[in-house]
DNA sequence: TATGAATGAGAGTTCATTCAT
DNA sequence: GATGAATGAACTCTCATTCAT
């Protein structure tokens, strides 16, 4: 991102931390937490024990450092979709979209991901799921806006609470992004926007 | 169930088994799976530990059992809701209604197929989540040929797959299951089916 | 001491506990609390690491076992030993006696004794030795108490402050039994306990 | 001490010896061995833990510096203490002001220094103590020829052998000086030397 | 047959020490 | 010469599992 005023310690250091999470969200994704050790992330990534010990305190903070870290790119990535756009359907086609696309490209860390949202975490350590809670319930919030301005607009039908509705827009993009996880190439996340956004909004917007 | 020709011996064993997997069903859905020791259960439960093992030949096996035969459960009485009545969105209503009831019945162990249908099961073993993925698969073709079914016989537009249509009617229902789990009186699971199925099928049932 | 009202069970788990508890006491005064580990102690009882920790929850808990339990031991042998004999010059005697013999039937308990009552014992975790030094100063009140009596009852002089002399006689008992300690065959601790005594007391005790 | 040759860069070094040594005094002290980390001395003395390691080859070598180097300066202070005056009784006055004088002036190093000399040391290496444990000797040698000069010159009765009196002296006073390091208010170091020595001395010294 | 004491592999973590820069 | 990042042996402690009683 900004310009290169990292010194080549700085910069030398970033990329061993960026190394060691690499391989920690992998072996954390296709293992889970306990399944993993800290020795075999060492190992894995190349360092000795110490050396990963100098970059996250203890196990924990290395897993909180790669949720949250990553929790902020989807947060923020996703919040700018739906700012995005002049028409309330173009703000969702645009998050159904950008989801994907993020998401696709961090296969891995979506495991843990959804883990922390929505499936039965057992807060490695409370409070961890919490930060992460709010940024979601915060995107959550916003589509509901989106909803309900559309609805005030008469753009869309008033068929379901708002709030509901983009819990719903959510969910069902996470069933095609679920659907794309484990059989990509069976099931391709849609090209289109609409291929989601219909199956909610078909009988939602009102036809002009 | 079966016929009656259980020994005194073998209802007294079966009792024994359902307490300890209770017991464990509780354990593990409030803590997680590698938050509880056998040893813990066994106290919970009153047994010896080695009495919980000649029962449940480790804790991965104590584990597996629970999920398979709850998931059978529910995938039995699930699919016994998508027979009945004789209109497609008849079935589906049941569908919705059903699945909300049986895991509104069982708080503690949704939390634990959740896990292993959608989220962070790691595959405790791989090959646990397998077969229960294909009785979830299972269900979710069932779904899929109602929708078909209602496409066919012009009840439903065709807005969307019928595999997709089945996986979105079954997300949205775990939507407001997740919603309810979190806070039970400010979210109540819908009486009415229809609140779920509306978003949904608003604009996919065709007008008569 | 009591009959012998314990199944074979507890006898069996007295003993092993017995036995860890001399093992550790031995490595502990010969190395010191850190440069034991509990394997090493495990070890050296023939025990698995496991059983010592069904045990002791910890390597403090069983260092504060042997440290309070050795030390009760002690304390009371020496409250008892003062409460004897009419005379104060006897009470005093009986100290020196007694202290030397339960001290020297203990040898490598007392390292670890002086180390919590005098020594730098930097408290392996604060209030241990609290619990001890207050034993401890039960003791020197109780000396004190005998010194102020002899000097109201004019049988000693009044050369020093009572709670000093009481003090300076558990002090010099120390030096003597250190002495043994270094050398046992070339410092005997005097049999007779008027060797420490007089030194105190030779201008103590008002001639009659 | 020795001529003035040494250069700036050799003045330097020894300034840095010297406050690494001070540091890590501090923190012996108050912490103990076990629980001061190189990299903290390095820390608080404001040097990298690889310069530390130019002055000291290891952990045990520091301390091994600061016991030997602080014991040199109490043994000599103390030895020169007992050759001035020309009365016994003087010398003795002598040492347990100057004893109480320049321990009172390092406070810090005291604890240590009774690890070593007397309790606790669990010999962070077997010899370090040999050696202070040898200069420790020399001065209740010495001091022991002063009561023994004492007896002959009829100066001081023969109320025990010189050499246990010597210890004892040296004993009444740790005591003190345990007393004024626990609560340096309630019970300060006496002024006057003969508070201790009287409770030794009173029946010691031959009245003229 | 049921029991639960005993086991020990393996987890997370620390810290004395080295050596390339 | 000074630095401090990197190392990995060793520590404390847990818990799934076994087996003699």
Redesign the interface.
């Known amino acids: 991102m900004g310009g290169g005023k990292l010194s080549r310690r700085e910069r030398e250091k970033l990329r061993q931390r960026q190394d060691m999470l690499a391989v920690a969200i992998e072996l954390f994704s296709?293992?889970?937490?306990?399944?993993v050790s800290m020795h075999k992330i060492a190992q894995e990534a190349e360092f000795a024990i110490g050396t990963l010990y100098k970059f996250f305190k203890n196990k924990e903070d290395l897993y909180r450092s790669i949720i949250t870290e990553q929790a902020d790119i989807f947060h923020e990535t996703l919040t700018r979709a739906l700012e995005e756009g002049n028409e309330e359907i173009d703000k969702l086609r645009n998050y159904v979209q950008v989801k994907g696309a993020v998401f696709m490209d961090n296969v891995s860390v979506i495991?843990?991901y959804?883990?922390e949202t929505?499936?039965?975490?057992?807060n490695i350590k409370a409070g961890l799921t919490k930060e992460i809670r709010e940024d979601y319930e915060g995107i959550i919030q916003q589509l509901a806006q989106i909803f309900e301005a559309g609805i005030q607009k008469k753009r869309f039908?008033h068929?379901?609470d708002p709030y509901?509705?983009a819990?719903?827009l959510d969910?069902?993009s996470?069933?095609?992004l679920?659907?794309w996880l484990e059989a990509p190439k069976q099931h391709p996340y849609p090209d289109d926007p609409d291929?989601i956004l219909?199956?909610?909004?078909?009988?939602?917007v009102v036809e002009p």
């Open positions: 296709n293992n889970g937490y306990h399944n495991r843990l959804f883990a929505r499936g039965a975490s057992f039908q068929i379901a509901h509705l819990l719903s969910s069902l996470n069933t095609f679920y659907l291929t219909n199956i909610l909004c078909k009988g939602l």
